[in-house]
């Protein structure tokens, strides 16, 4: 660097040193070095966020003064580093105060024990009570937690002893399950009608994601050794799926927040799929960008608005369409997108952002310094032409002046644009290239424990090892993996525990090699346990099972080094002498390389070593219990025992009669004597697990899944259906109540296998927002055997094995028809219908009867619902002037709209509780396609809806119409409907909307 070129960088540094002194600096407590509200109302109020984002200004500018060297600049560096080191361990300190919450947390989730969102800036204690504020912002822990790491990975000590570590590792476990807890969001208010309500927000679980990513494997102590960081490598997946899909909205009443600018850019960099990334900034940039002042937080934002009510926090629900239109634009989200466009080197938006963000600069009295200000709202008179002209009108500034957030973006985007630093100076971690990560290749080692399994295995040409040849080497199942992390983060003298107890272990978590000890330790998938649920016996579903883990791992895999699948194959697996035959296909193909198409590897242990990813599990005094023998597995599978069928299912029937008529709780005896010898009865066999109340150890999480992705799920037929609500504690027992101790199990398979689907392929659950399983076990039944009456047909699915009920359900869930099959002896014909799965198709029928009620009993029971519907709805309750429409007795307020914007969950979800009030699929799928046409036309025509309109008497009478046409004899279906009327198909000269 020229001398001149020196002399210039090190002037403007002395501007940036100047306005980071009196913007920050001089606003610091001298003793805490917390920032304060500038609000009166909030005097001393230390809120983490607001101080988190002022240190990224400090650390630049010091990171500048480092690059220009000499000893003036060096000095001014180091009195900026120490700044941070006491802002971030006073915020440590606040929240060490309250370890009591962290501990009560980590069990119960929730408002009731969550850490405070600030602190008083002079005393390091809570400002306020615990439910005066909402306090629950799982955003804030995780960004403190992101700071650290990245701050940590750059030189700085902030932890100074094992205590400390200790409970940087305990919230770890605080916000490791981010992806399930609902909290008040960024804004801390939670739902935008601001009554208090938690929901789940994306930018919670991005940031808890980052921080989570970033502290995995981190020694605290800067390279001085100690202890490394744990993050359960499967909570972090969870993050990434449920994030990815629920981007580009924010949460169930926000359908897209300008917030999400700090998630899919600095400083969480969280998203690594950059189609969405970008389809996130689209959305963000056409519904809530505006061209002068910034953007808004989130459509119908009332907060500092004209409209709005400043005597109370909260807003009633009708008030939200007074904001539509005129919501405050916040110079904040320029910031952002400056970041994001220097980050990714877009020189242009760089340079767009940057003259927005120069125009809006105005002096401040106290300092002289150009700064920017907290938003700007549009005046009383000028409301209705910004309305009609959305961004025609001049705003003016409201709100803190300078406001610290926004000005401190802008300081870092400043010194970044003028080259005084790096992008990966403020990102030492490398967390901005998480978009180009390479999927790795899966690598499988095949272990058994006894010589003959071993032997059959070598025959098949497939690489195994026995395990008493692997030395220091210790076999665990899955489930044994808790033991591990029990003590990691105890800390005696905060009373804080270990990590919280869990039912199930992640693929993530045992695909890594693990040291302790002097030993090797290796976990077995989970889904190769033998449990005491049915499904774990059927050898094809485990081998699809294992196949859909390789996928998943290859899709959200981010350790270091490559994924290492250990396979235990025991005994159980042989059968008169020879390996099962969906394993022997499964290890066929794994040896030939391709599982399913996708990239594996099998070879021996001692090959993978160096290739692996490898933990290091120092914290450990002993080895865990629990370890796989190298000796003969002694277990012995209930389907290696010989039964007479027909018998022990009339034992089977006998004893369910029994319960039922009894309801005796003390045949878990007779259950469990006749589950051992039930064979490969499968309805024996869930009969068995419902009277024993068995439960998939997958169960729970298949739940939160599915729920966490904004899916309604019920249990039981109409009108005894019970809707699964987190935490779901009792749901074995609901089941059991509700589907019949020969349905329960049945309901398990069909919730996991949703879940699975969710996790694997998404795409098939699109259009589903409420999912009743009850009605899909109907669905199942009647789909593959036909014209049966349905306990008929219930009987023979009972007795589908596991995974023949998976590719039904996957089957139906596409489209496609099932061949029917009314004894054991069919099961052929099934199995060859299934054989092949591709893309959704129409459903083919070899003579058109029937095919368009059975499609309408599909999408009924299913409740499958057309691209745009909601959006639709949501127009057509806009446009009518009354209460209403009426569905079947249920009402679509109009109301619903002055609270909701048409793309929000929320408004699909109060639409679904509707729609799944009628009972029967194929009435329901009537009544939807008659809302949709009705919406159509009165959008179309341009019309006003000034009465209430009921749904089921326009059914009524275009049925009536109908058979004014049709001469022949109908025979009646349901609610009055012909049987002929509801196979017709939808359009067309003697479809269905001609009659409407």
Same mark, same amino acid.
């Given at each position: 660097?020229?001398?001149?070129?020196?002399?210039?960088?090190?002037?403007?540094?002395?501007?940036?040193?100047?306005?980071?002194?009196?913007?920050?600096?001089?606003?610091?407590?001298?003793?805490?070095?917390?920032?304060?509200?500038?609000?009166?109302?909030?005097?001393?109020?230390?809120?983490?966020?607001?101080?988190?984002?002022?240190?990224?200004?400090?650390?630049?500018?010091?990171?500048?003064?480092?690059?220009?060297?000499?000893?003036?600049?060096?000095?001014?560096?180091?009195?900026?580093?120490?700044?941070?080191?006491?802002?971030?361990?006073?915020?440590?300190?606040?929240?060490?105060?309250?370890?009591?919450?962290?501990?009560?947390?980590?069990?119960?989730?929730?408002?009731?024990?969550?850490?405070?969102?600030?602190?008083?800036?002079?005393?390091? #204690?809570?400002?306020?009570?615990?439910?005066?504020?909402?306090?629950?912002?799982?955003?804030?822990?995780?960004?403190?937690?992101?700071? +650290?790491?990245?701050?940590?990975? !750059?030189?700085?000590?902030?932890?100074?002893?094992?205590?400390?570590?200790?409970?940087?590792?305990?919230?770890?476990?605080?916000?490791?399950?981010?992806?399930?807890?609902?909290?008040?969001?960024?804004?801390?208010?939670?739902?935008?009608?601001?009554?208090?309500?938690?929901?789940?927000?994306?930018?919670?679980?991005?940031?808890?994601?980052?921080?989570?990513?970033?502290?995995?494997?981190?020694?605290?102590?800067?390279?001085?050794?100690?202890?490394?960081?744990?993050?359960?490598?499967?909570?972090?997946?969870?993050?990434?799926?449920?994030?990815?899909?629920?981007?580009?909205?924010?949460?169930?009443?926000?359908?897209?927040?300008?917030?999400?600018?700090?998630?899919?850019?600095?400083?969480?960099?969280?998203?690594?799929?950059?189609?969405?990334?970008?389809?996130?900034?689209?959305?963000?940039?056409?519904?809530?960008?505006?061209?002068?002042?910034?953007?808004?937080?989130?459509?119908?934002?009332?907060?500092?608005?004209?409209?709005?009510?400043?005597?109370?926090?909260?807003?009633?629900?009708?008030?939200?369409?007074?904001?539509?239109?005129?919501?405050?634009?916040?110079?904040?989200?320029?910031?952002?997108?400056?970041?994001?466009?220097?980050?990714?080197?877009?020189?242009?938006?760089?340079?767009?952002?940057?003259?927005?963000?120069?125009?809006?600069?105005?002096?401040?009295?106290?300092?002289?310094?150009?700064?920017?200000?907290?938003?700007?709202?549009?005046?009383?008179?000028?409301?209705?032409?910004?309305?009609?002209?959305?961004?025609?009108?001049?705003?003016?500034?409201?709100? /803190?002046?300078?406001?610290?957030?926004?000005?401190?973006?802008?300081?870092?985007?400043? +010194?970044?644009?003028?080259?005084?630093?790096?992008?990966?100076?403020?990102?030492?971690?490398?967390?901005?290239?998480?978009?180009?990560?390479?999927?790795?290749?899966?690598?499988?080692?095949? =272990?058994?424990?006894?010589?003959?399994?071993?032997?059959?295995?070598?025959?098949?040409?497939?690489?195994?090892?026995?395990?008493?040849?692997?030395?220091?080497?210790?076999?665990?199942?899955?489930?044994?993996?808790?033991?591990?992390?029990?003590?990691?983060?105890?800390?005696?003298?905060?009373?804080?525990?270990?990590?919280?107890?869990?039912?199930?272990?992640?693929? /993530?978590?045992?695909?890594?090699?693990?040291?302790?000890?002097?030993?090797?330790?290796?976990?077995?998938?989970?889904?190769?346990?033998?449990?005491?649920?049915?499904?774990?016996?059927?050898?094809?579903?485990?081998?699809?099972?294992?196949?859909?883990?390789?996928?998943?791992?290859?899709?959200?895999?981010?350790?270091?080094?490559?994924?290492?699948?250990?396979?235990?194959?025991?005994?159980?697996?042989?059968?008169?002498?020879?390996?099962?035959?969906?394993?022997?296909?499964?290890?066929?193909?794994?040896?030939?390389?391709?599982?399913?198409?996708?990239?594996?590897?099998?070879?021996?242990?001692?090959?993978?070593?160096?290739?692996?990813?490898?933990?290091?599990?120092?914290?450990?005094?002993?080895?865990?219990?629990?370890?796989?023998?190298?000796?003969?597995?002694?277990?012995?599978?209930?389907?290696?025992?010989?039964?007479?069928?027909?018998?022990?299912?009339?034992?089977?029937?006998?004893?369910?009669?029994?319960?039922?008529?009894?309801?005796?709780?003390?045949?878990?005896?007779?259950?469990? !004597?006749?589950?051992?010898?039930?064979?490969?009865?499968?309805?024996?066999?869930?009969?068995?697990?419902?009277?024993?109340?068995?439960?998939?150890?997958?169960? /729970?999480?298949?739940?939160?899944?599915?729920?966490?992705?904004?899916?309604?799920?019920?249990?039981?037929?109409?009108?005894? #259906?019970?809707?699964?609500?987190?935490?779901?504690?009792?749901?074995?027992?609901?089941?059991?109540?509700?589907?019949?101790?020969?349905?329960?199990?049945?309901?398990?398979?069909?919730?996991?296998?949703?879940?699975?689907?969710?996790?694997?392929?998404?795409?098939?659950?699109?259009?589903?927002?409420?999912?009743?399983?009850? +009605?899909?076990?109907?669905?199942?039944?009647?789909?593959?055997?036909?014209?049966?009456?349905?306990?008929?047909?219930?009987?023979?699915?009972?007795?589908?094995?596991?995974?023949?009920?998976?590719?039904?359900?996957?089957?139906?869930?596409?489209? /496609?028809?099932?061949?029917?099959?009314?004894?054991?002896?069919?099961?052929?014909?099934?199995?060859? !219908?299934?054989?092949?799965?591709?893309?959704?198709?129409?459903?083919?029928?070899?003579?058109?009867?029937?095919?368009?009620?059975?499609?309408?009993?599909?999408?009924?029971?299913?409740?499958?619902?057309?691209?745009?519907?909601?959006?639709?709805?949501?127009?057509? =309750?806009?446009?009518?002037?009354? #209460?209403?429409?009426?569905?079947?007795?249920?009402?679509?307020?109009?109301?619903?709209?002055?609270?909701?914007?048409?793309?929000?969950?929320?408004?699909?979800?109060?639409?679904?509780?509707?729609?799944?009030?009628?009972?029967?699929?194929?009435?329901?799928?009537?009544?939807? #396609?008659?809302?949709?046409?009705?919406?159509?036309?009165?959008?179309?025509?341009?019309?006003?809806?000034?009465?209430?309109?009921?749904?089921?008497?326009? +059914?009524?009478?275009?049925?009536?119409?109908?058979?004014?046409?049709?001469?022949?004899?109908?025979?009646?279906?349901?609610?009055?409907? !012909?049987?002929?009327?509801?196979?017709?198909?939808?359009?067309?000269?003697?479809?269905?909307?001609?009659?409407?």
């Amino acid at each position: 660097m020229s001398g001149r070129s020196r002399n210039n960088s090190a002037a403007r540094l002395d501007v940036y040193h100047n306005a980071v002194r009196h913007l920050l600096l001089n606003r610091m407590h001298p003793v805490t070095g917390l920032v304060s509200s500038a609000d009166s109302r909030y005097k001393d109020h230390a809120w983490i966020r607001d101080n988190l984002y002022c240190v990224y200004p400090l650390w630049a500018l010091s990171l500048a003064f480092r690059r220009q060297g000499g000893m003036e600049m060096m000095s001014l560096a180091f009195e900026l580093e120490r700044t941070i080191i006491k802002l971030m361990r006073s915020l440590l300190q606040c929240l060490m105060r309250q370890a009591d919450r962290v501990e009560c947390f980590k069990r119960s989730p929730g408002p009731d024990h969550s850490l405070h969102a600030k602190f008083n800036a002079d005393t390091l #204690e809570a400002c306020v009570g615990d439910h005066e504020w909402g306090h629950l912002q799982m955003d804030a822990i995780s960004l403190f937690l992101l700071n +650290l790491a990245q701050l940590t990975v !750059s030189g700085f000590n902030i932890i100074y002893t094992v205590d400390e570590v200790g409970f940087i590792q305990n919230l770890i476990y605080y916000i490791e399950q981010t992806y399930r807890i609902p909290d008040y969001g960024i804004w801390e208010r939670g739902d935008k009608t601001n009554q208090g309500r938690t929901e789940l927000n994306a930018t919670s679980v991005g940031l808890a994601k980052a921080a989570l990513e970033s502290l995995h494997d981190l020694e605290l102590f800067a390279g001085s050794g100690g202890f490394a960081l744990t993050s359960n490598p499967d909570e972090i997946a969870h993050c990434a799926a449920i994030l990815e899909s629920m981007l580009p909205r924010e949460s169930a009443s926000k359908e897209v927040d300008s917030a999400l600018l700090s998630i899919v850019g600095f400083p969480a960099f969280a998203v690594d799929n950059s189609s969405l990334i970008e389809t996130t900034k689209t959305e963000i940039k056409e519904k809530l960008e505006g061209p002068v002042y910034g953007a808004s937080r989130f459509l119908r934002d009332g907060y500092r608005t004209v409209a709005e009510d400043r005597n109370r926090l909260h807003y009633e629900s009708h008030e939200l369409k007074n904001f539509a239109g005129i919501e405050c634009h916040w110079p904040l989200f320029y910031c952002f997108s400056l970041l994001n466009a220097i980050f990714s080197d877009d020189k242009t938006s760089a340079k767009h952002y940057r003259s927005l963000l120069d125009e809006l600069l105005d002096p401040c009295e106290d300092t002289g310094l150009l700064c920017l200000h907290e938003l700007y709202y549009v005046p009383r008179d000028s409301v209705a032409a910004e309305r009609n002209t959305p961004g025609s009108q001049k705003r003016f500034p409201e709100g /803190q002046f300078p406001h610290i957030w926004s000005q401190s973006l802008f300081i870092v985007a400043q +010194l970044l644009m003028e080259g005084l630093i790096s992008p990966g100076e403020l990102d030492p971690l490398n967390r901005r290239l998480i978009t180009v990560m390479t999927p790795p290749q899966v690598q499988i080692c095949v =272990l058994t424990n006894d010589y003959l399994t071993h032997s059959l295995i070598i025959k098949e040409g497939v690489t195994c090892e026995k395990i008493a040849d692997l030395h220091d080497t210790k076999i665990y199942p899955g489930s044994a993996m808790h033991n591990v992390w029990t003590e990691l983060g105890s800390v005696k003298s905060l009373g804080l525990s270990g990590r919280p107890p869990y039912d199930y272990t992640g693929i /993530q978590s045992t695909s890594r090699l693990y040291y302790a000890q002097g030993h090797t330790l290796l976990f077995t998938p989970s889904c190769m346990s033998r449990t005491d649920f049915h499904a774990s016996f059927d050898d094809a579903l485990l081998c699809e099972d294992i196949a859909t883990e390789v996928a998943y791992l290859i899709r959200w895999w981010r350790g270091q080094g490559r994924p290492t699948l250990v396979l235990h194959i025991d005994s159980s697996f042989v059968e008169n002498g020879s390996l099962s035959p969906p394993l022997t296909s499964l290890l066929r193909a794994a040896q030939a390389g391709s599982l399913d198409g996708l990239p594996v590897q099998c070879g021996r242990l001692s090959d993978f070593r160096s290739t692996s990813c490898i933990h290091q599990l120092n914290f450990l005094k002993s080895l865990p219990d629990g370890a796989l023998e190298s000796t003969v597995d002694p277990f012995e599978s209930p389907f290696k025992i010989f039964c007479d069928g027909s018998e022990i299912r009339e034992e089977a029937e006998m004893l369910h009669e029994y319960y039922e008529e009894h309801r005796d709780e003390d045949l878990s005896g007779a259950f469990g !004597s006749l589950y051992m010898r039930a064979g490969r009865n499968w309805s024996v066999l869930r009969i068995c697990c419902g009277g024993l109340k068995s439960r998939h150890s997958y169960l /729970q999480q298949a739940i939160v899944s599915l729920l966490v992705r904004q899916k309604r799920l019920t249990v039981g037929l109409p009108p005894f #259906e019970s809707e699964v609500r987190l935490p779901a504690d009792g749901i074995v027992d609901t089941l059991h109540r509700i589907c019949g101790i020969d349905g329960a199990a049945l309901a398990q398979e069909i919730i996991i296998h949703l879940a699975d689907f969710a996790r694997s392929a998404p795409e098939l659950l699109e259009g589903l927002t409420g999912l009743r399983t009850g +009605l899909i076990v109907q669905l199942l039944a009647n789909e593959v055997a036909g014209s049966l009456p349905y306990e008929a047909a219930f009987r023979w699915l009972l007795d589908t094995s596991p995974l023949e009920l998976k590719i039904i359900l996957k089957r139906v869930l596409i489209g /496609q028809e099932v061949a029917h099959c009314h004894s054991k002896r069919d099961m052929s014909a099934v199995r060859r !219908s299934i054989a092949s799965i591709h893309s959704p198709a129409s459903i083919p029928s070899s003579d058109g009867m029937g095919l368009w009620k059975r499609r309408r009993r599909l999408d009924g029971a299913l409740n499958r619902t057309p691209y745009g519907f909601y959006q639709l709805i949501w127009k057509l =309750l806009d446009v009518c002037r009354s #209460e209403g429409i009426a569905v079947q007795g249920r009402m679509l307020y109009s109301g619903w709209t002055y609270e909701m914007t048409k793309s929000e969950i929320k408004f699909a979800l109060l639409v679904e509780s509707v729609m799944t009030a009628i009972a029967e699929p194929v009435y329901r799928q009537l009544l939807l #396609e008659t809302l949709t046409l009705f919406a159509t036309a009165v959008l179309e025509w341009g019309s006003t809806v000034v009465t209430v309109t009921r749904m089921e008497n326009i +059914l009524s009478d275009a049925h009536t119409l109908f058979l004014n046409d049709y001469k022949e004899t109908v025979n009646i279906y349901s609610h009055g409907l !012909s049987e002929q009327f509801c196979d017709l198909a939808p359009s067309g000269q003697y479809g269905i909307i001609s009659y409407r």
